[in-house]
């Protein structure tokens, strides 16, 4: 995330530092790991199958259950360092390409092939990489603002301290949900985002709110659109602001994109 002032780079810089953390710590709510395996095995893909986040899972608990590298596992999901995976999330056990894409080794020379400039070789048939997924993804939701206010932070793709919007305010002012679904995360386990609420939409679509000064729901419970949620504060943060994130198959989106212009 990120803020307009000189404490709010540092809050950046501590939720960064955070995140990595978090992954030492092996907390059960939203979990992460960090890519530590030895050697270099090739994962066997399943292909066509999923397997949906649960609580208290980790990247590392879920490739070794499904007999697969911890990098492969990220990789076919796009999921960037620090590996922050929510429960409710469903990762694809297979490369999206059908190639394996990170622990694949060059297979040697056949014996008897000729590797002489005149000699006729048959190269591997050139594969077009698969183009980056847009980011007007396509949402069955009418997203509303989660709270008003400024907005003093925006969305960055690929820069893992701004993956949502922050929106400024008063301490106690409602934060509400963006959409209809199921709290499938209500604490203050992941460091860095305070007391946090995190609710699932569908399988593929998730939001987050973080920094809130209490939280007004419970895991399993059902939310409606503009149903209060939590409300506004700075915990874990340098100012009253909430922190809202859009996640599609567990990589963020810009909110932007789905909110109402106002």
Same mark, same amino acid.
């Given at each position: 995330?990120?803020?307009?002032?000189?404490?709010?780079?540092?809050?950046?810089?501590?939720?960064?530092?955070?995140?990595?953390?978090?992954?030492?710590?092996?907390?059960?709510?939203?979990?992460?790991?960090?890519?530590?395996?030895?050697?270099?095995?090739?994962?066997?893909?399943?292909?066509?199958?999923?397997?949906?986040?649960?609580?208290?899972?980790?990247?590392?608990?879920?490739?070794?259950?499904?007999?697969?590298?911890?990098?492969?596992?990220?990789?076919?999901?796009?999921?960037?360092?620090?590996?922050?995976?929510?429960?409710?999330?469903?990762?694809?056990?297979?490369? &999206?390409?059908?190639? *394996?894409? /990170? !622990? #694949? %080794?060059?297979?040697? $020379?056949?014996?008897?092939?000729?590797?002489? +400039?005149? &000699?006729?070789?048959? *190269?591997? /048939? !050139? #594969? %077009?990489?698969?183009? $980056?997924?847009?980011?007007?993804?396509?949402? +069955?939701?009418?997203?509303?603002?989660?709270?008003?206010?400024?907005?003093?932070?925006?969305?960055?793709?690929?820069?893992?301290?701004?993956?949502?919007?922050?929106?400024?305010?008063?301490?106690?002012?409602?934060?509400?949900?963006?959409?209809?679904?199921?709290?499938?995360?209500?604490?203050?386990?992941?460091?860095?985002?305070?007391?946090?609420?995190?609710?699932?939409?569908?399988?593929?679509?998730?939001?987050?709110?973080?920094?809130?000064?209490?939280?007004?729901?419970?895991?399993?419970?059902?939310?409606?659109?503009?149903?209060?949620?939590?409300?506004?504060?700075?915990?874990?943060?340098?100012?009253?602001?909430?922190?809202?994130?859009?996640?599609?198959?567990?990589?963020?989106?810009?909110?932007?994109?789905?909110?109402?212009?106002?």
């Amino acid at each position: 995330m990120t803020t307009t002032n000189r404490s709010g780079k540092t809050s950046t810089r501590l939720l960064a530092a955070s995140l990595a953390a978090l992954a030492l710590l092996a907390l059960a709510a939203c979990s992460s790991t960090v890519v530590r395996e030895g050697g270099s095995r090739a994962s066997t893909p399943k292909y066509g199958a999923t397997t949906v986040v649960k609580r208290g899972d980790n990247l590392y608990r879920i490739a070794t259950n499904n007999g697969l590298s911890t990098l492969d596992l990220a990789t076919w999901n796009n999921i960037a360092p620090p590996y922050t995976i929510y429960p409710g999330q469903r990762l694809r056990l297979y490369p &999206s390409d059908g190639r *394996r894409t /990170a !622990s #694949t %080794t060059t297979p040697r $020379p056949q014996a008897g092939s000729s590797t002489r +400039p005149n &000699s006729t070789t048959t *190269r591997p /048939a !050139s #594969t %077009t990489p698969t183009p $980056p997924r847009s980011t007007a993804i396509a949402s +069955p939701f009418a997203w509303r603002w989660p709270t008003e206010g400024q907005l003093v932070g925006t969305y960055a793709a690929g820069n893992p301290t701004r993956q949502g919007i922050d929106i400024a305010g008063a301490g106690g002012q409602p934060v509400r949900a963006a959409a209809d679904g199921v709290v499938v995360y209500s604490g203050s386990g992941l460091v860095g985002y305070g007391e946090l609420v995190i609710v699932k939409h569908s399988e593929e679509w998730l939001s987050a709110y973080g920094h809130n000064r209490a939280r007004l729901v419970n895991e399993g419970q059902v939310v409606k659109a503009g149903q209060q949620i939590a409300e506004m504060g700075r915990s874990g943060a340098a100012r009253d602001m909430l922190h809202f994130e859009i996640r599609h198959d567990g990589k963020p989106v810009d909110p932007l994109g789905y909110l109402p212009k106002r």
